[in-house]
């Protein structure tokens, strides 16, 4: 069965850490993966990626994919309180259009 | 203004009554999808559409009903609804670029059946 996990589950840090928030995934015909920010409403596009080892950034975050070893990572630097949310990965499968989401990763930030 | 918009925003209906949340986009997006998130489970799709009468099923299908009569609306049906259907429902369209389809969200429509 197609699965992505994320971890950690939840965590809490202090304004100014930095937080590595990570996503696994099992899916059998990949085509991309997403990242976005949940905050009390609808999630919020962060980054989509297709290949490995290319960083994306933007701002403070950055992300990176490692399609062999089946991961990416979502990182946080200077962390405000303003980046409380639940951090969304998912997977969308090739040739389905289907989009598999993990549980998320709920981050606190604070002052 | 770009967006994608769901009605209503909140429901508590009964067991058994049929209803429609409706979902329209003003991008001329191709693709559409349906998600319900509940506490611990994620998003999970529930149906999607690659464009015109063109619907397929998500992970959890059982219960609902859609369509795609034209490229901007996408209305979730639930012919019957019962109470494990009580969730958080997000519609969501997206365009194809070169890496693939980015999905943008709407507001999401929280549904309580009683």
């Known amino acids: 069965e197609d699965k992505v996990v994320q971890s950690p589950l939840s965590l809490v840090v202090h304004e100014g850490d930095t937080v590595t928030l990570n996503c696994s995934y099992e899916?059998?015909?990949?085509?991309?993966l997403l990242w976005y920010k949940q905050e009390k409403k609808a999630p919020t596009f962060l980054f989509m990626l297709?290949?490995?080892?290319i960083e994306k950034k933007s701002g403070r975050l950055s992300s990176i994919l490692d399609k062999k070893e089946l991961f990416s990572i979502l990182n946080i630097t200077a962390t405000q309180t303003g980046d409380s949310a639940v951090y969304l990965c998912?997977?969308?499968?090739?040739?389905?259009?289907?989009?598999?989401f993990g549980t998320g990763t709920r981050l606190k930030v604070l002052a | 203004e770009a967006q994608v918009t769901q009605n209503p925003r909140y429901l508590i209906t009964v067991t058994g009554k049929k209803l429609t949340v409706t979902c329209s986009q003003n991008?001329?997006?191709?693709?559409m999808s349906w998600y319900r998130q509940d506490p611990g489970l994620g998003l999970r799709q529930i149906y999607y559409?690659?464009?015109?009468?063109?619907?397929d099923k998500g992970d959890v299908p059982e219960g609902y009903k859609v369509s795609r009569k034209e490229k901007r609306n996408f209305p979730l049906i639930l012919e019957s609804p019962s109470p494990n259907q009580t969730s958080l429902y997000f519609c969501?369209?997206?365009?194809?670029?070169?890496?693939?389809?980015?999905?943008?969200f709407g507001p999401g429509t929280r549904l309580t059946v009683t």
């Open positions: 991008m001329n997006h191709e693709y």
């Open positions: 297709t290949s490995s080892g």
């Open positions: 969501a369209s997206s365009f194809r670029n070169l890496r693939g389809y980015e999905q943008y």
């Open positions: 998912a997977v969308e499968e090739s040739g389905t259009y289907k989009y598999i």
């Open positions: 899916v059998t015909n990949f085509r991309s």
């Open positions: 559409s690659m464009n015109v009468e063109v619907t």
